[in-house]
């Protein structure tokens, strides 16, 4: 009898060690955890796409720094990607030396401080360790055009870059961030060379992807850019109806600093030869509300240039 006991403790024992072994606290706090580094990662992009530098240096910093906690080399893929737009844009906005803003003391490494084609082999090894390497391998392609891109390519390399996500396209059809994302570079690459139909094409198949899959914050990128190359293309008219567009949506997300650039950006468009008089005082009062919007956002260097954009409009003497 003592020993028919003494095997009942014995496996009821065995079978809480085994209930507690599964740890379903800790796989909670993983989870939680990947969660919040998506959520912070995907408002760095968005803090991007609004002009909010800071916010979005400081983003990526610790999106990056979490993704390592929890080793998910897809996301630390992901955000080293971002990285390099990151990097383009504060250039633009705050200078070269950019990332002594967001030292640390103490921190061992700060993913901004690394250049853009150091931050692409980074993102292609995590890439490599991922369970999904052939979709974030396709999605490095587009990053290295962009770094193409902004280094001064020639034509003949542009194209090669064009081509070049032409063959990787097909591994992204089932991430629709990416894959409009790529249209658009593409869209980029075309305009570049002067092959403005194509980019047209391009611009339009990511504004189809982006908004199907309701990212508001892209499509209207999207539309703005296909604005652009549809002046540069002479086709006036759409090149308005393309900004209006952008903006709607731009208004929508309560964007300040795409709202301004979209304003300010129709106050060129109008000024493109012919120009009536009519256009001519739209074109000023566009880039002066485009001061105004960008000025509430902080964004004073853009607004002290909008400013100036009108007076030349006006002429001398003149004011606005």
């Not at 633009?92 to 692409?120: P, W």
């Not at 790529?182 to 992807?209: C, H």
């Not at 952008?246 to 997300?253: G, I, Q, R, V």
Request: proline share 1%; aromatic share 12%.
């Amino acid at each position: 009898m003592f020993q028919k006991y003494r095997l009942l403790a014995i496996f009821l024992i065995f079978g809480l060690f085994i209930s507690c072994s599964s740890s379903p606290k800790r796989q909670m706090e993983v989870t939680d955890t990947y969660n919040k580094t998506v959520q912070v990662y995907q408002s760095a992009n968005s803090s991007l796409n609004s002009g909010k530098i800071i916010e979005a240096g400081n983003s990526l910093r610790n999106a990056y720094d979490w993704a390592i906690s929890i080793d998910a080399k897809d996301l630390l893929c992901r955000i080293c990607l971002s990285c390099i737009s990151f990097g383009f844009s504060a250039e633009r906005q705050i200078g070269a030396d950019y990332s002594k803003i967001f030292y640390v003391q103490g921190k061992s490494e700060n993913v901004l401080n690394f250049d853009s084609r150091t931050l692409l082999s980074m993102a292609r090894d995590y890439a490599s360790l991922s369970r999904n390497a052939e979709q974030l391998e396709a999605a490095c392609a587009i990053y290295e055009a962009l770094i193409v891109m902004r280094q001064g390519a020639s034509d003949s390399e542009l194209r090669k870059a064009a081509e070049k996500l032409e063959g990787v396209e097909k591994h992204l059809f089932r991430d629709p961030y990416y894959d409009a994302y790529l249209q658009r570079v593409r869209g980029d690459l075309y305009v570049k060379t002067q092959n403005y139909n194509l980019a047209e094409k391009a611009y339009l198949r990511a504004i189809s992807i982006h908004t199907n899959n309701r990212y508001l914050d892209e499509v209207s990128v999207d539309w703005y850019n296909l604005s652009r190359c549809r002046s540069k293309n002479g086709d006036k008219k759409g090149a308005v109806l393309a900004v209006e567009n952008a903006l709607k949506y731009d208004k929508d997300a309560e964007n300040t600093y795409a709202i301004a650039s979209d304003y300010f950006a129709r106050a060129v468009i109008l000024m493109k030869e012919p120009v009536s008089e009519n256009q001519k005082k739209k074109a000023v009062a566009d880039a002066v509300w485009a001061s105004k919007v960008y000025r509430t956002g902080g964004f004073y260097q853009q607004a002290e240039e909008c400013v100036k954009y009108a007076e030349r409009i006006e002429g001398p003497g003149q004011k606005n």
